[in-house]
């Protein structure tokens, strides 16, 4: 039974950092790349950020480029992302996902339930 478990969304003020946490189980974590998604309401899911299988490559959305860090785990099958200089347009529910490819999350084939990221302003 394969579980991705997000959490450390919250609700902060422009400027400040937050990590967020991926926990898996039921699956090989290091035989996936992970990743990080967030939606809004009425929005469609946008792709954030992307982790290869080892860690040894990162990939990100220009939005997030230069503030967020993805990084891995494998020995806690755990995923992170590491947000600093939020901004008001980063408030969504960010999702993790699991992708067995080897070069970052194309198309996951598990997501978590989300946890909501709220920045004001």
């Known amino acids: 039974q394969v579980q991705l478990v997000e959490s450390g969304g919250g609700l902060v003020q422009a400027g400040d950092s937050l990590r967020l946490s991926c926990a898996a189980s039921g699956l090989t974590f290091s035989s996936y790349s992970m990743g990080w998604f967030r939606q809004i309401p009425g929005k469609e899911r946008d792709f954030v950020a992307s982790?290869?299988?080892?860690?040894?490559?990162?990939f990100y959305a220009d939005s997030v480029k230069g503030r967020f860090t993805i990084s891995r785990d494998n020995a806690k099958n755990t995923v992170y992302l590491q947000m600093n200089s939020l901004k008001s347009e980063d408030t969504a529910v960010y999702y993790c996902?699991?992708?067995?490819?080897?070069?970052?999350?194309?198309?996951?084939?598990?997501w978590g339930q989300g946890t909501q990221v709220t920045v004001s302003s």
């Open positions: 982790i290869t299988r080892s860690g040894g490559i990162k």
């Open positions: 996902a699991a992708d067995p490819q080897s070069m970052g999350v194309r198309r996951p084939d598990y």
